[in-house]
């Protein structure tokens, strides 16, 4: 079972970017990883996934355009560029993950992913 450690939240003026980072306990070449936000008192969100080569990507609408996801197999990481931060980001923002022979394309519902981190604060003020 695999495990994941979220890093790289904070607290970020509203224009401004950060880089999330996720590192797997195993080989991130096996699954297919997501990120989600969770902001207060709001369902848990998709923002992004990759595919386990990272010959694919898809995003979520709110982030379309802001953010980029990547993954780089060697480090066992996965990354998620983000850009023109507004104050709706802010929330508890997971990596996830699911083992990539489940899915041929990137799942989005929270419920298709086996793995998940403990999540970083991103707070992002006006």
């Known amino acids: 079972q695999v495990q994941l450690v979220e890093s790289g939240g904070g607290l970020v003026q509203a224009g401004g970017s950060l880089r999330l980072s996720c590192t797997a306990s195993s080989l991130t070449f096996t699954y297919d990883m997501g990120w989600f936000r969770q902001a207060p008192g709001k369902e848990r969100e998709f923002l992004a996934g990759?595919?386990?080569?990272?010959?694919?990507?898809v995003y979520g609408d709110s982030v379309k355009g802001r953010c980029t996801i990547s993954k780089d197999n060697a480090k066992n990481t996965v990354y998620l560029q983000m850009n023109s931060l507004e104050p709706e980001d802010t929330g508890v923002y997971s990596c996830?993950?699911?083992?990539?022979?489940?899915?041929?394309?990137?799942?989005?519902?929270?419920?298709?992913?086996?793995?998940w981190g403990q999540g970083t604060q991103v707070t992002v003020s006006s």
């Open positions: 990759i595919r386990w080569n990272g010959d694919s990507t």
């Open positions: 996830a993950g699911y083992n990539r022979f489940r899915s041929t394309y990137v799942r989005r519902n929270p419920v298709d992913f086996q793995y």
